[in-house]
């Protein structure tokens, strides 16, 4: 494996964090959050703007294991955005309006989006708008 491919595996799984982190928000993650998740991986407007073939399997991959680990939301979301700010070379504007589109996706995929998403899609929102 080649330092291109170990940091896309990482962009990848950071991002599996960071949508577990925004369906879990509220502490529980209901089937209609994980088909919203495959709905939007599956979807061209979002897999070109990746260039990778396999994105999908790791952030699915990465957000299956924390589900069953139940992690925490919060570290998730942390770790995400300490990832973002070590690499942020890696974070284009496409890339960013994409997550960020995801991620707003996901959090009304249920009911809406509820207190504890809402904040958390500011939060990302702003740093995600930093450095570039």
Do not use: W
């Not at 529980?28 to 959050?33: D, G, R, T």
């Not at 979807?43 to 999908?56: A, Q």
């Not at 300490?82 to 009911?111: C, G, R, V």
Request: aromatic fraction near 12%; glycine fraction near 2%.
């Amino acid at each position: 494996m080649n330092i291109n491919q170990i940091r896309n595996l990482e962009f990848f799984q950071n991002l599996g964090k960071l949508f577990y982190a925004v369906a879990f928000a509220d502490k529980n993650i209901v089937k209609e959050e994980f088909s919203t998740l495959v709905s939007c991986l599956d979807d061209s407007s979002f897999s070109h703007v990746f260039l990778e073939t396999e994105f999908k399997y790791h952030v699915i991959s990465i957000f299956n294991t924390l589900y069953l680990e139940q992690s925490d939301a919060q570290k998730c979301f942390d770790e995400f955005l300490d990832y973002k700010k070590q690499n942020n070379n890696l974070f284009s504007k496409p890339i960013n309006e994409a997550i960020l589109k995801m991620a707003s996706k996901l959090a009304a995929s249920f009911s809406g989006q509820n207190k504890s998403e809402l904040i958390m899609l500011a939060n990302l929102s702003i740093e995600l708008k930093k450095g570039n």
